[in-house]
Antibody, heavy 119, light 111 residues
Framework: EVQLVQSGAEVKKPGESLKISCKGS????????IGWVRQMPGKGLEWMGI????????RYSPSFQGQVTISADKSISTAYLQWSSLKASDTAMYYC????????????WGQGTLVTVSS | QSALTQPASVSGSPGQSITISCTGT?????????VSWYQQHPGKAPKLMIY???NRPSGVSNRFSGSKSGNTASLTISGLQAEDEADYYC???????????FGGGTKLTVL
């Protein structure tokens, strides 16, 4: 069974760093892209960036370039999304999703990680 | 502002059919048959309902169907049921970016 399991909810202060994770199982982790999606409270879905764990090819939305870092550790089938200095505006739900190719459907999604940034 | 335009809300009564539109440009919806639709219930992750304009993943009810005409894609839900009440998002491959683009989402209310 294909599963993407994300790390738990986080509460952080502005300026702190954070790394959340998305662990894949039930499929060849290195053969699928993993993407990260932000959903701010009451708002829609936004693609942040994607990574291909097989060769670490990483691409960012212009809106998120330089604001976050996406990485993966294929030895433990886990992708990461990290911030070096959180802002209150980073408060959101973050989802990971997998897909086979850039035009293929995002067929499996993680359960989401809620990040709350508040002083 | 989202790249793809969806109505903010639609509603229908149980048993009726509704259609949600998703309008883009020739660089995305109109240029490629890579339109997907996702259903999202409150507090839940998005769920793939339609891919490549009109294909249903295994396990998705055949009450859900997709189509496209020009720069506008559509999701039709027939025989509305209470559990269909959710937010629906379209997405499309775009030649303008490596990443897909989403619509702004449509809230479906089952009256």
């Amino acid at each position: 069974e294909v599963q993407l399991v994300q790390s738990g909810a986080e509460v952080k202060k502005p300026g702190e760093s954070l790394k959340i994770s998305c662990k894949g199982s039930g499929y060849s982790f290195t053969s699928y892209w993993i993407g990260w999606v932000r959903q701010m409270p009451g708002k829609g879905l936004e693609w942040m960036g994607i990574i291909y764990p097989g060769d670490s090819d990483t691409r960012y939305s212009p809106s998120f370039q330089g604001q976050v870092t996406i990485s993966a550790d294929k030895s433990i089938s886990t992708a990461y999304l990290q911030w070096s200095s959180l802002k209150a505006s980073d408060t959101a739900m973050y989802y990971c999703a997998r897909f086979a190719g850039l035009t293929t459907p995002r067929d499996y999604w993680g359960q989401g990680t809620l990040v709350t940034v508040s002083s | 502002q989202s790249a793809l335009t969806q109505p903010a809300s639609v509603s229908g009564s149980p048993g009726q059919s509704i259609t949600i539109s998703c309008t883009g440009t020739s660089s995305d919806v109109g240029g490629y048959n890579y339109v997907s639709w996702y259903q999202q219930h409150p507090g839940k992750a998005p769920k793939l309902m339609i891919y490549e304009v009109s294909n249903r993943p295994s396990g998705v009810s055949n009450r859900f169907s997709g189509s496209k005409s020009g720069n506008t894609a559509s999701l039709t839900i027939s025989g509305l049921q209470a559990e269909d009440e959710a937010d629906y998002y379209c997405s499309s491959y775009t030649s303008s970016s490596t990443l897909e683009v989403f619509g702004g989402g449509t809230k479906l209310t089952v009256l």
